[in-house]
């Protein structure tokens, strides 16, 4: 599956780094959404993007920063993590092109986040 | 809010076996019902879903039902294969209100089949 892709696949950073996952989409989707999951926590949905506009913000931290420039393609800007923020970070993306509740999120393979 | 409650992990089978993965909800409006498989090192994958109540999902064998009346929507299937070696993810799709859709997850099953 090659819908969604995450580069990069697994970063290593100190609290002080400053660093960017990037997230494509090749489906045509309006929405984009970022998840966190965590050692044994359900994943949890952190930003979501419908058209480039931010439409949810899900109480995070602002050490973390996202940008969604076109409708194809989402960032989330790292800065002064803590090593608690260590997870697997998920980009999703979704049709929406109408407010439903049927559409289906198609996830990318992830980005393993140490932090030292 | 939302929530979504899932067995706990983890099961282990044996190939051939009947695999049952119960999975019950909470929401407040009238949400999709998905069930999601994720194999090592790799994201989520979609493996059925279900948009109203009485819709039976299915895909590769596995069965589900969204039963309104019970809040649940488990996952089956007849035969389990060792391929079927993944965590399985229940989760729950509610609107929102700017556009796209809010998936509340479960905290995962992970399933072993061994030979």
């Known amino acids: 599956e090659t819908g969604v892709t995450q580069t990069p696949r697994h970063l290593v950073m100190g609290m002080t780094n400053k660093k960017s996952l990037k997230c494509e989409q090749h489906?045509?989707?309006?929405?984009m959404y970022w998840y966190k999951q965590s050692a044994k926590k359900p994943l949890e949905l952190m930003f979501v993007?419908?058209?480039?506009?931010?439409?949810e913000n899900n109480s995070v931290p602002s050490r973390f920063s996202p940008e969604c420039p076109n409708s194809s393609h989402l960032f989330l800007h790292l800065h002064t993590l803590q090593p608690e923020d260590s997870a697997l970070y998920l980009c999703?993306?979704?049709?929406?092109?109408?407010?439903?509740?049927?559409?289906?999120?198609?996830f990318g393979p992830g980005t393993r986040l140490t932090v030292l | 809010g939302d929530s979504v409650t899932q067995m706990e992990g983890p099961v282990t089978l044996s190939e051939e076996a009947f695999l049952t993965i119960n999975c019950t909800y909470t929401?407040?409006?009238?949400?999709?019902l998905f069930w999601y498989v994720q194999y090592p090192g790799e994201g989520l994958q979609l493996l059925l879903k279900?948009?109203?109540?009485?819709d039976k999902g299915s895909n590769k064998g596995f069965e589900a039902t969204y039963r309104k009346e019970t809040t649940s929507f488990h996952l089956e299937k007849g035969s389990v294969q060792v391929s079927d070696s993944a965590v399985y993810f229940c989760?729950?799709?509610?609107?929102?209100?700017?556009?796209?859709?809010?998936?509340?997850f479960g905290t995962g099953t992970q399933l072993k089949v061994e030979l």
């Open positions: 999703a993306s979704s049709p929406a092109a109408a407010v439903t509740s049927t559409d289906t999120q198609y």
């Open positions: 489906l045509g989707h309006n929405a």
């Open positions: 993007y419908n058209f480039k506009e931010q439409t």
């Open positions: 929401a407040t409006g009238y949400p999709s």
């Open positions: 279900a948009t109203k109540a009485d």
């Open positions: 989760a729950l799709s509610d609107i929102l209100t700017g556009g796209g859709n809010k998936l509340t």
